[in-house]
């Protein structure tokens, strides 16, 4: 597979990123199902872990549930808790390996956050001084702190909304 095919692949299922039942076009659940290679770290019965083929440093790699799941929004929580331990293990294996200044955990919830494969995935990027990757932060942040009252507004806005899946 030329890497245009795989570009094309790769960033095609961004027109289709509301559509939550659609797998069958999925990138990642192609990789699961063995139909697009991929660089396998290890997977068990609910997830796998696989290397990111545009890395951005040396070990940066993937953790993606195995069944269909857009993003933090839709996912089963039963496969939440799962992921959840398994990041914290590849996340260890990774620094490990590579022994990085640090390594940063990514998941991006939506196109509006920058999501391209509409299949959750979490990155796990190792980081090191002087990359070029990083939050882009706006000029004027920490220049004050938020009010407290504001702060705690806003904690109780969060605690009183549902954490079901919207139906919008
Ligand atoms: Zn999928």
Do not use: W
């Amino acid at each position: 597979m030329s890497l245009h095919e795989i570009r094309t692949i790769y960033f095609k299922p961004l027109r289709s990123v509301t559509n939550m039942s659609d797998n069958e076009s999925c990138l990642f659940c192609k990789i699961v199902r063995g139909e697009i290679p991929a660089s396998v770290i290890f997977e068990d019965k609910f997830t796998m872990a696989f290397m990111d083929i545009f890395p951005i440093s040396k070990g940066h790699c993937l953790l993606i549930p195995k069944q269909h799941h857009v993003n933090m929004l839709d996912v089963d929580i039963k496969v939440a808790k799962r992921l959840g331990v398994r990041l914290a293990e590849l996340t260890r294996k990774v620094h490990s390996a590579f022994e990085p200044d640090g390594v940063i955990n990514v998941i991006a919830n939506g196109v509006g956050a920058g999501q391209e494969v509409p299949h959750l995935h979490i990155h796990v990027i190792p980081r090191n001084e002087g990359d070029k990757f990083g939050f882009l932060f706006p000029d004027d942040y920490r220049e004050e702190m938020a009010p407290r009252d504001e702060l705690d507004s806003v904690a109780k806005t969060i605690r009183a909304s549902s954490d079901l899946p919207s139906s919008k």
